[in-house]
């Protein structure tokens, strides 16, 4: 079973293969955007990596629970995969829309377009590329600051708040030993108030 999950899951990775885009499939001269070659290496990252945590070593590496129980073993390999398919997928998107990757990828596709008929100097704003790529970039890396400096935020508060909330159940845990002490040395106090009224009672006249 082994073999035949392992045969059929390299069999999907290469249909997939033939399926995406490919130096074949795509004519000559004709142009892909930034961002399908974006998806089409995550789909080819993605392929490797199914094809590297092959089922093969995955029972390899649970092989006396493989022998007990090879169903389940293939239903866990599988759901494995696809979840870890979607998570990757899910990071993946998330950086795309933080760093709106798809507006910046398809305006550098727009400025690649339109500079193909020119035939003089790319223009630049300053004429130093140092300065140029500065310029794009830093707002970039400070909207990732920013969005990072948001989470440790929201984090520190969160640790607060549960922090305060440690600090008040210790305070009403106190209270509460407190309470039982005082109702306690109470009790002892009426106990032995008790035992000394029943002593003077039995004492002779």
Known sequence: MAEASSAN?????EEKRHEGSSPQSVPPGTTISRVKLLDTM???FLQKLVAAGSY???TDCYKRFYQLQP???QRIYDKFIAQ???????EISDIKEEGNLEAVLNALDKIVEEGKDRKEPAWRPSGIPEKDLHSVMAPYF?????TLRRHVQKQEAENQQLADAVLAGR???EELQLQVQARQQAWQALHR??????????EPE
Request: overall charge neutral; charged content about 30%; proline content about 0%.
């Open 142 to 146: 400070l909207q990732q600051r920013d």
């Open 42 to 44: 995550v789909d080819t």
């Open 56 to 58: 093969q070593r995955f």
């Open 193 to 202: 108030e008790q035992r000394e009224l029943v002593a003077v009672l039995r």
């Open 9 to 13: 899951l390299g069999g999907g990775c």
């Open 171 to 173: 305070r009403q845990v």
């Open 84 to 90: 870890l398919q979607t998570s990757i997928r899910e």
């Open 71 to 73: 169903d389940i073993t």
